[in-house]
């Protein structure tokens, strides 16, 4: 879980749900997202104060302080990385046996993504890439360069 940031600057550009203010910590993206676009008008120029988390290029605003002292909270969907409950948990040793039946020599264990896990095999003389369900399938394969 990331920690939350606030930042107070003045709007320089707005697009779609996203918008970019300047404040002391520079130029910084903030994303309302569709449904807070629709409720919250942004314009050039206004000077607003949001809370929101941290992602790599952006923040996502949970809350946001209009020019005018309105605070709005923006309620985001949350995406839960929850194994269904009819769906094999999510098992590196089941990854390993699918890439080594394929043929691949293993190198290294495999990482794991949110939704896969991902690993390096050679075969033929070509190491790939492999990328792997949780629970075993191979999903793809692609060739690294020498």
Not at 93 to 105: C, H, I, Q, R, T
Request: with cysteine.
């Amino acid at each position: 879980m990331n920690d939350m940031q606030t930042i107070t600057g003045t709007v320089w550009a707005v697009f779609g749900h996203r918008f970019a203010i300047d404040g002391k910590e520079g130029r910084i993206l903030a994303d309302l997202g569709p449904k807070g676009a629709e409720v919250i008008a942004i314009a050039h120029g206004d000077t607003v104060t949001i809370t929101g988390e941290p992602k790599p290029s952006e923040i996502k605003v949970t809350l946001i302080t209009l020019k005018d002292g309105t605070v709005c909270e923006i309620a985001w969907p949350r995406k839960l990385h929850t194994e269904k409950a009819n769906q094999t948990p999510a098992d590196p040793a089941a990854v390993l046996a699918a890439v080594k039946a394929e043929g691949y020599a293993v190198e290294g264990e495999p990482q794991r993504k949110p939704k896969h896990f991902e690993i390096v095999g050679a075969k033929d003389g070509i190491r790939h890439e492999i990328h792997v369900e949780l629970y075993g399938k191979i999903r793809t394969a692609k060739p690294l360069a020498a």
